[in-house]
């Protein structure tokens, strides 16, 4: 019991860690434009915020949000407790975050295939779907079609569950797309704005860059474990890890051009497996961690690999 415990804390460790890389890259990126004491208050507020006020709150707020006749104060009890009522309703409920999380998870990952520029790692796949970037939204509208077919088969919740999925995929998508144009001006890529921004605009833009990508990681840890001591102790050393990256190594980091690859193929098998959870399909919960550490480890060694030939 320990051992798997610790197991799936250290995968969902990884998991947070790598899948914030990009979050990273663009902490330090803009903490580079501003004054020592904004940079200083990021690094202390900022962290406490990010690590402990806005991933530690969101998995009880997931969990609340479908679990709505239940109080807020029952919800963090039951985190702690193990009163029967309180766990069977969200055992009840679980197949509905399940398969909006999963739904989430995949068109990420396939947002990331279709559109996205890369390094290629896997170049014949890679480059064949974004030679077919103009299928990505009926190939994402396909799918939830499917999806929602079978999940309303299931119960009416468990379809608009993965509607909520497509729609919070949807939602994050454009925070980031307006969050990479904030960027690019704070970074002077546009001459005539690159002084328009005081260290108090980079500072919210940062919170709300942090939060964007906290709710990546969050979901992504259900499909690990739905206990949220876990969780919040996985994706806690996680988001702390990236704070240090942030800090000493970053450009260290990004010569490890494949890591990016790592975390979205890791999504589309723990998007997937939320899936199958959804629709009770038992999976062992080993499976996640370990799928994680072969993903990653095998997409780090091929960065080396690439590395060395530098």
């Known amino acids: 019991m320990i051992f798997s415990a610790l197991f799936t804390i250290i995968g969902l460790s990884l998991f947070e860690a790598v899948s914030s890389v990009d979050n990273a890259i663009i902490n330090a990126e803009v903490l580079n434009t501003m004054g020592a ?3 200083r208050w990021f690094l202390t507020w900022g962290m406490f915020i990010a690590v402990f006020l806005v991933r530690g709150l969101l998995p009880f707020i997931i969990v609340w949000a479908f679990n709505t006749t239940l109080s807020p ?11 029967p009522l309180v766990l069977e309703s969200i055992n009840q409920s679980a197949p509905i975050l399940l398969v909006a999380g999963g739904v989430f998870l995949l068109f990420l990952f396939l947002h990331w295939l279709f559109l996205e520029d890369k390094k290629m790692g896997l170049p014949l796949a890679e480059e064949f779907f974004m030679s077919k970037g103009v299928w990505f939204y009926a190939t994402v509208s396909i799918l939830l079609s499917i999806i929602a077919w079978f999940a309303l088969k299931q119960s009416n919740l468990m379809g608009f569950g993965a509607v909520v999925g497509s729609s919070l995929f949807f939602i994050t998508h454009g925070f980031k797309q307006n969050a990479e144009e904030q960027e690019k001006k704070m970074l002077g890529s546009l001459p005539a704005q690159a002084g328009a921004h005081s260290d108090l605009s980079k500072l919210f833009f940062l919170e709300i860059i942090d939060t964007t990508f906290s709710i990546d990681g969050v979901l992504g840890a259900f ?29 260290h980091i990004k010569k490890y051009v494949y890591l990016k690859n790592g975390a979205m193929y890791s999504i589309l098998v723990l998007g997937i497996i939320m899936i199958f959870h959804s629709f009770g399909f038992h999976i062992p919960e080993y499976v996640s961690p370990l799928a994680t550490f072969i993903i990653i480890g095998f997409f780090f060694w091929k960065s080396k690999v690439e590395l060395n030939k530098i």
Do not use: C, H, K, Y
């Open 73 to 83: 104060m029952q919800i963090l009890s039951a985190a702690w407790s193990s009163d």
């Open 37 to 39: 004491r904004a940079r």
């Open 223 to 251: 499909a690990f474990t739905l206990s949220i001591p876990l969780i919040l102790l996985g994706n806690g050393f996680g988001a702390l890890l990236v704070r240090e990256l942030t800090l000493r190594n970053i450009e």
